[in-house]
């Protein structure tokens, strides 16, 4: 997880457990963080992120994470399982699994923004929607 340039990170005592250390993490003025304030759970002995709230500058709840089931994988670890819920409505939720992850080289091209694949409609302009300016 790369929070470091974009965010000025302290700890949180009051959302410590005997586990986890509870770090607030709050963006730096043009850092390009995406979310204004995180708090994050890290586990003691492993230093790896086990739970995280993301947070909007007003402070509403945006979404909550769970990172479970580590394993090494190329010489990292990395969470093999990811539950994601929605800040507004808990009962949302979205889970990842990984099953396998391998390395795969790509060629430098397919890192452009021009490479991306166009979506269908404007490939196809026929099949575009029209938009209240064209009603």
Request: hydrophobic share 35%.
């Amino acid at each position: 997880m790369g929070f470091t340039p974009a965010y000025q990170c302290r700890f949180r005592p009051e959302g410590e457990s005997p586990e986890n250390w509870c770090l607030l993490l709050e963006a730096r003025a043009n850092g390009g963080g995406i979310y204004p304030v995180i708090v994050l759970w890290v586990n003691k002995e492993t230093y790896l992120p086990v739970a995280g709230e993301f947070y909007a500058r007003s402070g509403k709840l945006l979404k909550s994470i769970v990172y479970q089931e580590y394993r090494t994988v190329l010489g990292k670890p990395v969470a093999m399982k990811v539950t994601i819920r929605d800040g507004t409505q808990p009962d949302r939720y979205t889970v990842m699994e990984y099953i396998k992850l391998v390395e795969k080289s790509l060629p430098p091209h397919y890192h452009w923004q021009l490479a991306l694949p166009l979506p269908e409609s404007l490939l196809n302009p026929e099949k575009m929607i029209p938009g209240p300016e064209s009603t």
